[in-house]
């Protein structure tokens, strides 16, 4: 049976049931006042379906209120269809596409996907090589600076630098206006334990920085150096193979407002990966538990 037969991607009351348990796994949450004891569900025939109120505030609730689900009229089980195939897509599915699946306005795929992403991100900071383990580091280029010409180089691109932990499989990306130590160096104090080994290729950028950690292996790409033992950047080049395929296949252009989410899809892609052991199931589950706190607004988003 296909996994889109499940009864909360065509039932929306179902679909209320599966968020909730996710989101409130802990137990039912007033998002407006906390309580967690004194509330209940209402079943009246005019009411909403998911509406509880609190006996504490006095006010009704759903377990869209503070989410990225909030004042949408897209029915719930059309949202889980929506996370469920952007996270199941490994390169990513266009709004085009999602508009031609789901039955929604392009404008409404749009916009649903960007929220969806808000979900993915992650906000957490450092971790990265905890316990002495290894982290790679290196950047990638991409369409273009706004106000820039086209030009030699990498200096009209948009820019960004990841790091991946070796042991833990964890990605994290940030995009940077300049590449040097002044923009690199508080990237890498801030998310990389000291005690890890860090492995990158020779940019300048990261020589004086590297000193802050146990080690710092460098491999030399000029000399047409790619793999010295452990010392190599392969892991991440891996990653930025399939995110280039992805932007340029699927999505196409990427204004630079809204490239870290388009990062934060990938990199949550890429943490929660099958050879992780993730399934595609409890990857969107991953992303239904991050919806909490991350509403995005049409008018803040939105790029002519």
Known sequence: ??????????????????????????????????????????????????????????????????????????????????????????????????????????????????????????????????????????????????????????????????LVDRETGRAKSIVVDKLTIAAIAPILRENIAREATLYTDEALHYRKPGKAFAAHGVVEHGKDEYVRGDVHTNTIEGFFSIFKRGMKGVYQHCGKKHLHRYMAEFDFRYSNRAALEISDSVRADFAIKGVVGKRVLYRDSFVA
Request: glycine share 12%; with cysteine; net charge positive.
């Open 1 to 162: 049976m296909s996994i889109l037969s499940r009864p909360e991607f065509h039932n929306e009351e179902a679909a209320y049931a599966y968020v909730e348990a996710r989101v409130w796994a802990n137990g039912r949450v007033c998002p407006h006042c906390g309580e967690t004891e004194r509330t209940g569900k209402l079943g009246g025939k005019s009411t909403r379906i998911g509406t509880y109120k609190c006996y504490a505030c006095r006010k009704p609730f759903t377990v869209k209120i503070g989410t990225i689900f909030e004042a949408s009229h897209v029915p719930m089980n059309l949202w889980l269809q929506a996370i469920y195939l952007m996270c199941a897509s490994k390169k990513g599915i266009s709004s085009n596409q999602l508009h031609r699946t789901l039955g929604v306005t392009l404008k409404t795929a749009w916009f649903m996907s960007h929220r969806i992403r808000e979900a993915m991100r992650d906000d957490t900071i450092g971790g990265f090589g905890a316990g002495g383990g290894a982290v790679e580091v290196d950047e990638t280029f991409i369409g273009r600076e706004p106000g820039t010409k086209p030009g030699r180089a990498y200096h009209h691109k948009m820019k960004v630098v990841r």
